[in-house]
């Protein structure tokens, strides 16, 4: 009896299977490339930092650096936790947090659902939670005392919330989020726009910052189970 070639099904299979696999590894790679890019970029201006007098300038030229470097080691996570379906921010943002609290000296604590989300959108919830918490760095505490950090990232219902809070010494009374013009408050701003969100600050036992966002239609929960892959 001559063997049954593959049916149409199978041929479908194993043209998909490679594909998907090969496209999933294309995004590795390129964010492996771009968080090399992003941290050669970071060496030059620390370097050209280095070669600078005005301490306006150094101080920007240190914290373009430290942002590059961030997003550079961003971009590595993502190439670890990039899955077929997308990025569960539960252990991508966990990981991420160490690296905040590495580079600022803060007391870094991360709690998220367990949500799978595109690339893009993690993306832009990591480099917000930097930029909040190279803020709490800068302002919340007195020179020199390492606070604490608090990154919460939850689901609720369509929308994505993410907080992050510290426990320093609160917002001024004028601060108006609204109308802040420090690069960092513009980013989280383009951020928030870009995720169609909200985003709001008030002054509770410390500063704390909430952006909320609608989830996209292709969001879901990831799975958690102890069964074996495949089982």
């Known amino acids: 009896m001559t063997p049954s070639g593959p049916t149409t099904t199978d041929h479908a299979s194993l043209?998909?299977?490679?594909t998907s696999r090969t496209r999933q590894d294309e995004h590795r790679e390129l964010d492996h490339r771009l968080a090399n890019s992003l941290q050669l970029a970071a060496d030059f201006l620390i370097f050209e930092h280095s070669r600078v007098a005005d301490a306006h300038a150094r101080a920007?030229?240190?914290?373009?650096a430290e942002r590059l470097s961030a997003v550079g080691q961003m971009h590595r996570f993502l190439a670890v936790h990039h899955g077929a379906s997308g990025v569960d921010l539960d252990p991508f943002l966990s990981e991420f947090g160490k690296l905040i609290g590495d580079t600022t000296g803060l007391y870094c604590s991360v709690e998220s659902d367990a949500v799978v989300v595109a690339a893009e959108t993690a993306q832009q919830l990591a480099i917000a939670a930097n930029e909040l918490a190279m803020n709490a760095a800068k302002h919340a505490y007195p020179w020199g005392h390492?606070?604490?950090?608090?990154?919460?990232c939850r689901r609720r219902g369509d929308s994505l919330v993410l907080v992050v809070s510290d426990d320093g010494q609160g917002l001024g009374k004028?601060?108006?989020?609204a109308?802040?013009?420090?690069?960092?408050?513009?980013?989280?701003q383009a951020i928030v726009r870009q995720l169609r969100g909200t985003f709001h600050a008030v002054s509770d036992n410390g500063a704390r910052?909430?952006?909320?966002?609608?989830?996209?239609s292709g969001a879901a929960s990831a799975p958690r189970s102890f069964s074996p892959p495949g089982g």
């Open 15 to 18: 043209a998909a299977g490679p």
């Open 60 to 64: 920007a030229l240190v914290e373009t």
């Open 146 to 152: 390492r606070g604490a950090l608090y990154i919460v």
């Open 174 to 177: 004028d601060f108006d989020i």
């Open 179 to 188: 109308r802040a013009q420090g690069l960092g408050m513009t980013i989280l």
């Open 209 to 216: 910052f909430t952006i909320t966002a609608p989830l996209p």
